[in-house]
């Protein structure tokens, strides 16, 4: 399957969407056998993640010429980017929700 370049943050969203719903269900009902550890995991992963690029920004930004070369060359996403991951994520989450509970024949 190939996917443009300029869908891929929608296509990545929405498949996150998915993972989140799959998560959250599975925590509020009790009945998945992905809890609220998983969960937890999830979130505290991405906090862990921002809280690295974050220091890592300071640390080139501040003291290593070398590391401030290093992130220059990283992914660093845009406004937009993010706007289209989240956009993904509501998009096909909501859609699998309403279906599911019988919102969209």
């Not at 969960?39 to 974050?54: D, Q, S, T």
């Not at 220091?55 to 992130?71: N, T, Y």
């Not at 992914?75 to 989240?86: F, Q, T």
Request: no cysteine.
């Amino acid at each position: 399957m190939i996917v443009k370049r300029n869908l891929m943050p929608a296509v990545m969203g929405g498949l996150m969407g998915l993972m989140m719903m799959w998560m959250l269900h599975g925590a509020l009902t009790g009945e998945g056998t992905v809890g609220r550890g998983a969960l937890i995991a999830f979130v505290a992963a991405h906090i862990i993640l921002v809280a690295a690029i974050v220091s890592a920004a300071v640390f080139a930004a501040r003291l290593s010429p070398r590391a401030h070369a290093w992130i220059e060359r990283l992914h660093r996403p845009s406004l937009r980017h993010i706007g289209m991951m989240l956009a993904g994520a509501i998009a096909v989450a909501g859609s699998v929700h309403l279906i599911a509970h019988g919102g969209i024949v």
